[in-house]
């Protein structure tokens, strides 16, 4: 697309910064180790520059294709690995059992609704799922109440994470206005528009804060 233009900004927080409690380890502890387990749902940067939000251009037609790979959540040292990952509608996701104990993989979609519930009781255990709905999904185990991940399922290739200094890229996008779309699992979700032109880029800063955690 010679004319492609990109999108590209910095999330970052505003306002009060949750308190999160650690999580207690409280079984399983050869595997899974002992005392608590620190917090995954924060991750800022120095200049409150924040990571894991997931970044979406709504609206775009004809555009990029996603890149062949295979996704793959592992469920290691009693954690989910990674913590969050944006996975393509329709796509077959690998989840992998790395650990000497039992665990389960209970999947569930923004409204709560149970997805799906499959148990890994053995180590170097691999199954495939695939998701029919957009938007995030929430999982749990639970045997160790303290593990949980994210998927975003995307219905665009224009979707991103942002890493601990808070920056996104999204590029080969077709000129025109979209819906720009952050969204985080304690801050909720906030929307703008954006242009992009022909050949160039644009920037979208984008501050979310405890006041969107309704959205």
Known sequence: MPDSGSVSGV??????????????????????????????????GPERTL???????????AGKKFPPFTPVLDQKNCDYVPYLQVVP??????????DPVSHNVH?????????????????????????????????KCDVHPWMFAWIWVAETPYAALTGKDGRFSLPEVP??????????????????????????????NVALSLLDAGS
């Open 11 to 44: 999330v970052t927080l505003a306002g009060p910064v949750p308190k999160l409690q650690p999580r207690p380890v409280d079984k399983d502890h050869a595997a899974c180790g002992t005392g608590a387990k620190p917090p995954l749902a924060l991750v800022l």
């Open 51 to 61: 990571g894991n939000a997931v970044v979406v251009l709504r609206g775009v037609g």
């Open 89 to 98: 509608l329709g796509a077959k996701l690998a989840i992998l059992n790395s």
């Open 107 to 139: 999947a569930s979609d923004a409204s709560g609704a149970s997805l799906f519930n499959l148990g890994t009781p053995l180590q170097g255990q691999r199954f495939e799922q695939a998701f029919a709905a957009p938007g995030p999904v929430k999982i």
């Open 175 to 204: 000129p025109g206005t979209y819906a720009l779309s952050v969204w985080h699992e304690l801050f909720g979700t906030k929307e703008s528009s954006v242009t992009v032109p022909s050949k160039g880029t644009v920037t979208v």
